[in-house]
């Protein structure tokens, strides 16, 4: 079953499979003491640079999570979109963690603004108001938009003012890097990211996420942070060969273009009907599109995807590293035969 449910639902990438079998055949050291660690933390800070802390964890809400929770205390409230994956897809994991209230900004194309952000920031100093402390963006965002290096940019400047933190949602970076035309390093270290969560599961990675921190002074208690937060994985080598793979060879940015360019084959296609509206600008590798009720079904049919808003009837199509410019094609042509029967 091929689907444009989620770049969860494809499978993992051949390279990052040999890595894994090469990473299995002897003993080595437990918890990150291993020679495979030492080389993917390397390849991180050939990309961003060496005055940054790595660490791994198991999935995207994990990082997340614990990135905030090292930013934060139970005090403090964290300013995000109401669409964010930390406010609507985390459960009230960032809630019970952190202790911190999420402040949520409505937004239209899955980002937040410098005004608006600045707006919500309100009553420091009040000691019967939570305290604002991180701004959390998704780097590309839920809409599957991406943020320019001056958005990014825009929002640390008020991070700074105020003394907040700007986290960055990097579960789906690559894709954001590879539409940017912008290395990882422009858009997050230079552009005043303090954390970041980058992601490899939704790029061909079987599982594993990991949390950056060009805020090195964030990270002092991250190593007691993790294992409290039930993130420390024992055979370590295991993620860790996933990412010396994913950033070798540019295996990231395969995989990312891959996936952004089926996207924009989709929107193409489905551009040429009439009865289907586009909703957001292609950025990434999903395609959000308001699709008539009466093929909804049988289109899923054909690949499953989900409805993003039983209201309107959108539906989010999101292409992987392994999608197929043939099952594209079959898409279209059957969204067209249901509206024409
Ligand atoms: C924006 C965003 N952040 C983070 C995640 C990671 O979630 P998970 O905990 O399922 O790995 C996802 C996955 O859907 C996501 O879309």
Redesign the pocket.
Known sequence: MKAFA?D?YSGVHPAIMEALHRANTEHMGSYGSDPVTDRAVKKFRDYFGNDIEVFFVY??????VLALNAATQSFNSIICSDL???NV??STAPEKFTGCKLVTLPTIDGKIYPEQVEHRIQRMGDQHHPQAKVISI?QS??YSTVYSVEEVKALSVVAKKYNLYLHM?G??ISNAAVSLGKSFHEFTVDAGVDIL?F?G??NGMMFG?AVIFFNRDLARYFYFQRKQGMQLHSKMRFISAQFEALLSNDLWKRNAEHSNRMAKLLEHGLRQIPQIKITQQVDGNGVFAIIPKKITEALQEEMYFYVWNEHTNECRLMCSFDSKEEEIANFIRKAKQLLEA
Do not use: V
């Open positions: 989620s969860n999935n995207g809400t994990g990082a997340n964010a994956h930390i897809d985390e998704s965002t839920e949602d579960a789906r969560s992601g599961t939704k996420e």
